[in-house]
């Protein structure tokens, strides 16, 4: 069996950059979650890149990442980029797509582990850039490594707390719409008066 390995890298420094973007008055604006302001988003993300650099180094965690604003860690913008540089690292070793890996509770194969980390990090920086009127660039290799996970999972039904029902989006759709279409977000989300 081939091991599929993806490098995080690009992806996470995007969402770092929109990270560092991000203002404090907007820290309780809506984002594309239902119900999920920024700072929630905020937390969410700095618990799955916790969550999953420790799947990469195969130490189990319970539980999943909160998306709480009440949970956002108070040294968010410092803390996020860290531990986004540490889950690329982790994920860049070959250790971490060998075997199994467990993260929010759930255990899987290694290499689908990678993938889920990519997905969480690539839609979810999408999801915080539009909540903050930010250019969010996507890497073309985690977008297509993405969307075919996506449309994988979607074949096989609903998937419960990884993705929404699928949103419809036009067949000559950018990648990284048909991506988020497949994820249940609306491309053409925009936060509230903008």
């Known amino acids: 069996m081939t091991t599929i390995q993806l490098d995080l890298g690009a992806q996470a420094a995007a969402v770092a950059r929109v990270v560092a973007g991000v203002r404090d008055d907007q820290l309780g604006d809506p984002t594309p979650c ?20 420790m799947a990469a180094e195969k130490i189990p965690v319970h539980g999943g990442p909160s998306a709480s604003p009440d ?9 996020l980029p860290a531990q986004l540089d540490e889950l690329v690292a982790a994920w860049r070793q070959p250790s971490a797509w060998e075997g199994t890996a467990t993260a929010g509770g759930v255990t899987m194969p290694a290499p ?9 990090v690539l839609v979810h920086g999408w999801d915080l850039a539009v909540a903050t009127a930010q250019d969010y660039p996507a890497d073309p290799a985690s977008v297509a490594a993405c ?31 048909r991506l988020l279409g497949l994820t249940g977000r609306d491309p053409a989300w925009r936060r509230p008066g903008s």
């Open 71 to 79: 949970d956002l860690p108070p040294d968010w913008r410092t803390r």
């Open 112 to 120: 689908v582990a990678g993938i889920v980390a990519l997905d969480e």
């Open 34 to 53: 239902a119900g999920t302001s920024v700072a929630g988003l905020l937390a969410h993300l700095a618990g799955l890149t916790t969550a999953f650099r």
């Open 147 to 177: 969307t075919g996970f996506a449309e994988q999972s979607a074949a096989e039904g609903p998937t419960p707390g990884l993705f929404g029902p699928p949103v419809p989006v036009q067949d000559d759709a950018p990648p990284l719409d």
